[in-house]
């Protein structure tokens, strides 16, 4: 089966047990989470289920361009903040204000745009004046699928980030070839997980959860997120075949990856949405994990 069918079997299994039913989608970048999101809405609101679906990217939730350079250079010995992209660089008040009134069901609601081709491919969010994409309620949505890379990632304890800078850090750094004073500082890794306290807030309106997963490489020599880098390039490629050539070179997409790596070893093994030990939910959450080839084909299904 393909991953729109495990997805949207996954929604309409336990949609009856909620309403508006919230779903996260957390996968690398180039995942296809996107193309994804876009395919289940289209399906969903289909017959036979003829269902109100509504989709949030938290990409779209990123701070205007104006409060990312603010972060960038009120944290100047941060390199992890020298763009979009880590927690601290969204707009979380925002993100809860529009789930908030997607639960609700009782009023419309107009959803962010962030347009990542702009200021070079730094991008920038639009305008909320009405012109961008509203969901007319009531009556309430069924579903909501809420996207992007980052979440479900919950903060770790002092002890676990130690043991994972000394461990895995060290290792994905060699096997990528990244030098440490490319990637931060202890301490910044460390303020990127304070900052991850505030996305709890985001995360107590999920209901279930589906991760996609790159498929393990063959070899201990390479590193498991090699691919991201492959799959980002090519996302770039195509927006860019889209707008005209508007967004980022290939040595940008690079760095720009590149940051966010510290972000999948650090956070993304606790991205289930589980018991965190930082008190991240009081009630439990059903998810799917889906492991993918290179092609993003299926090749193995998890449950939880």
Not at 43 to 64: E, F, G, K, T
Not at 90 to 103: R, T
């Amino acid at each position: 089966m393909t991953a729109l069918e495990l997805i949207s079997g996954f929604i309409l299994e336990h949609l009856e047990e909620r309403r508006p039913l919230f779903v996260a989608l957390q996968g690398p970048q180039g995942s296809g989470k996107s193309t994804l999101s876009a395919r289940l809405q289209s399906d969903l609101q289909a017959p036979p289920h003829s269902l109100r679906v509504a989709v949030l990217s938290i990409d779209d939730l990123y701070l205007p361009h104006e409060g990312l350079v603010s972060l960038a250079t009120s944290h100047s010995g941060n390199i992890l903040w020298k763009g979009r992209g880590q927690p601290g660089t969204h707009d979380v008040d925002l993100g809860v204000q529009i789930l908030s009134a997607l639960k609700h069901g009782d009023s419309p609601v107009e959803l962010p745009r962030f347009d990542k081709s702009a200021f070079g491919g730094e991008g920038d969010r639009l305008p909320m004046d009405g012109s961008g994409p509203t969901i007319k309620q009531p009556p309430p949505v069924d579903v909501v699928i809420f996207e992007g890379w980052c979440v479900g990632f919950n903060p770790i304890s002092d002890e676990e980030l130690l043991s994972r800078w000394n461990g895995e850090w060290k290792d994905e750094k060699q096997k990528l070839g990244l030098k440490s004073d490319q990637m931060g500082r202890l301490d910044d890794i460390k303020a990127i997980n304070e900052k991850l306290k505030d996305y709890l807030r985001l995360w107590s309106y999920v209901d279930i959860f589906v991760q996609l997963r790159p498929l393990p490489p063959s070899s201990e020599e390479l590193s498991q997120y090699a691919i991201i880098y492959k799959w980002r390039l090519e996302q770039e490629h195509n927006m860019k075949s889209l707008n005209g050539g508007r967004g980022m070179s290939d040595e940008a997409v690079k760095s720009f990856v590149d940051r966010y790596i510290p972000g999948y070893v650090f956070f993304g093994k606790a991205g289930l949405i589980q018991e965190s030990g930082q008190g991240s939910t009081t009630r439990s959450r059903k998810g799917m994990v889906l492991t993918l080839d290179e092609d993003r084909r299926v090749v193995s299904i998890a449950t939880f």
